[in-house]
């Protein structure tokens, strides 16, 4: 009969865990049976950690473990050193590597490749130079995870012949070589450089592909995008979200919807980052039945929903009308995230149940969220709509004296329109005056909308003259003006406006509506008609 060596669950829970304050619980097991001082093994579990969580925290922590190690190995090290190499103070893995020089632990290949990486993250050419004579010296200089990541560090300081020539030396070079210099011509935004290695690269995988994609997205250009992308022979979940992501991102969202489709049939998961994306497409469309399919989608394949996805299924609810089913998924949630709050109290401010979206606010503070400034344009634009006045004024002193938030543009916004709807207009106007300039045109615009809705015609003229000095060629007061002279039916001075429009030249930009019907999103022009059809 033979026997096999088991580890000690409390190893086994130690791997397995995903916070850090699961590895703190393994921490005092280990310290309180002995295990952390008689079994490095065991003590380097609670560092492995830190390789896939490289936050600051974490990272710190993990140091302190390191130090109170009796007698660490080469993993000990290897995965301190990798664990800052992932993070955002790569530099400190050198600390660590000087250290390994000193002995008795000395480097192998795999502190090599990890101080390598740290250096191409924080663009130590230099320092990745005086580690590529020491792998030299000791012969593993062609190692190929060496030599790999070396290709990174040179290429990626723009060091491409050094890079190149060190590629083309390579005797066993595989893959990843390649897409160690196609990644750097990319992070480094040659796309050009990157196309041509692309096109002569001995050999490709579906990563080699996506970096071409991504480099692509990241300099704007879609079309050359989609154009890899559809020549694809393989492509997989990280393939479909960058293309979704790049359409997302120039709002062309009705193919967002169509990709989306695609995916579904190649069977390909999509996974949460996809789910945002869509979720975000159809809150943008009003695409109500389509939001809903991807919602029974999700809770149909038991895909896990991060605050992320809980915070899109809000907002699109919220967007397409329907506040009851954002208020049902926010409650639901297991998962909330201070966005999370964010969207349910911006989609009860714009379903104008202020007082609804106060309340929530007050038990998002009492649940030890602390606010940020789009928590504030969400409180501040629910009182607007509301025309909750005394509410508004105190949640923007609040948010001055109690949080230290210093107002943007959007959260004078709110107010010169909270202050306009309720009628203030001299209130507001001088709210207006105190904005530089350069920022103030979207509040003049505000401010000449109330004053059409007030019926206010000398602030309206007044106002409409300041945005034509900001912007003459901007329609929008010249058509606000109108619209207020056409309230009053003033049609002599409506005329002298439109004469005026069409004297410079000055095009207004057509309205547009979408509905959906039977899953299909419609768009209109106004005065055209429907001119597209989206699926």
């Known amino acids: 009969m033979s026997g096999t060596l088991s580890q000690p669950p409390i190893l086994s829970f130690t791997e397995m865990a995903t916070s850090i304050s699961e590895i703190h619980q393994a921490h005092a097991h280990l310290l309180k049976t002995g295990l952390f001082y008689n079994n490095t093994f065991a003590s380097n579990k609670l560092i492995s950690f830190a390789v896939t969580n490289p936050d600051p925290i974490t990272l710190s922590y993990a140091h302190s473990v390191f130090t109170h190690i009796t007698n660490p190995n080469s993993f000990s090290y290897n995965s301190l050193i990798r664990a800052y190499a992932n993070s955002d103070t790569p530099q400190n893995a050198l600390f660590l590597f000087h250290q390994m020089l000193e002995g008795p632990v000395f480097p192998d290949k795999y502190s090599f490749t990890f101080v390598l990486k740290a250096c191409a993250g924080f663009g130590g050419v230099q320092e990745g130079r005086q580690i590529h ?49 196609l990644s750097a011509y990319i992070e480094t935004g040659f796309i050009r450089l990157a196309r041509g290695f692309f096109d002569e690269m001995e050999e490709r995988n579906v990563e080699s592909w996506n970096f071409m994609i991504s480099g692509y997205l990241s300099t704007g250009l879609l079309e050359e995008a989609r154009s890899i992308f559809e020549r694809m022979p393989v492509k997989d979940v990280v393939s479909w979200n960058a293309m979704i992501t790049g359409y997302a991102h120039t ?13 579904q049939r190649e069977e390909v998961r999509p996974d949460n980052c996809t789910l945002v994306n869509v979720l975000s497409a159809c809150a943008h469309l009003g695409a109500l039945g389509q939001g809903e399919w ?13 605050a992320f996805v809980a915070t899109a299924l809000v907002d699109m609810y919220s967007k397409c009308g329907n506040i009851g089913k954002a208020l049902n998924v926010f409650r639901n949630a297991s998962h909330k995230d ?9 989609g009860l401010g ?14 998002m503070l009492v649940k030890g969220f602390e606010p940020n400034e789009v928590t504030f344009i969400a409180v501040l634009s629910a009182c607007s709509r509301a025309g909750m006045l005394n509410e508004g004024r105190h949640m923007f002193q609040l948010m001055v004296d109690d949080y230290g938030i210093q107002p943007t543009i959007e959260h004078y916004g709110c107010m010169v329109d909270l202050l306009g709807r309720v009628g203030l207009l001299e209130e507001a106007l001088d709210l207006v005056k105190t904005r530089p300039l350069k920022e103030a045109p979207v509040l003049w615009e505000s401010l000449l909308s109330a004053c059409k809705n007030h019926g206010n015609v000398e602030m309206a003229e007044h106002v409409a003259r300041m945005l034509l000095e900001l912007n003459p060629q901007d329609s929008a007061g010249y058509v606000q003006l109108s619209n207020t002279y056409a309230a009053l039916k ?30 299909v999103v419609h768009e209109f022009l106004a005065g055209e008609g429907m001119v597209l059809e989206q699926i």
């Not at 991807?294 to 991060?306: L, Q």
């Not at 201070?338 to 911006?346: K, L």
């Open 350 to 363: 714009m379903h104008g149940v202020g007082e609804n979206a106060l309340e929530t606010f007050s038990e």
């Open 490 to 519: 003033r049609w002599d001075d409506v005329l002298n406006v439109r004469r005026k429009m069409k004297a410079l030249k000055i095009n207004k930009e057509p309205g547009c509506s979408m509905i959906e019907v039977d899953g």
């Open 251 to 263: 709002s062309c969202f009705s193919e967002v919807l169509v990709l989306f489709e695609d995916m």
């Open 294 to 306: 991807i919602h029974a989608y999700i809770d149909k394949n038991g895909i896990g929903t991060n």
């Open 133 to 181: 004579g020491q792998v030299l010296k000791m012969g593993i200089g062609f190692d190929v995870f060496v030599a790999n990541t070396l290709i990174h560090v040179y290429g990626k300081s723009g060091y491409f012949g050094v890079a190149r020539n060190l590629l083309d030396r390579m005797t066993n070079r595989d893959v990843v070589s390649w897409n160690a210099l």
């Open 338 to 346: 201070i966005s999370t709050w964010n969207s349910i109290i911006g």
